[in-house]
């Protein structure tokens, strides 16, 4: 008999940004989901890593969707508007 291992599904998130803030982002993410960063604002922002390992360009009124790459903890921040912040906790 064949054992049958878990499948891990990619799971596909969304963060909303409105009124220059960063809306929730997923409690439980991991490596291979993804995220759709929708930007409901007038203005461009952005959702740049800290550390690099990501940077979305969000003009106003659209989205973007990215693949979650690597595991830990991720802040994240806006470039244009550096109060708007989040972090992303990414489990692999
Ligand atoms: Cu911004």
Partial sequence: ??????V?????YTV???KMTFGAVPA??????TITWQNND?????ATARDKS???????KSEAVMTVGAAGSVAFYCK???GMKGTLVIAP
């Avoid at 439980?28 to 989901?33: K, W």
């Fill in 1 to 6: 008999m064949v054992a049958q291992l878990p």
């Fill in 8 to 12: 891990a599904l990619a799971a596909d």
């Fill in 16 to 18: 909303v940004i409105d």
């Fill in 28 to 33: 439980e993410l991991h490596v291979g989901d």
């Fill in 42 to 46: 007038i203005f461009r922002h952005t």
């Fill in 54 to 60: 990501f940077d979305v360009d969000l003009p106003a």
């Fill in 80 to 82: 244009f508007h550096p």
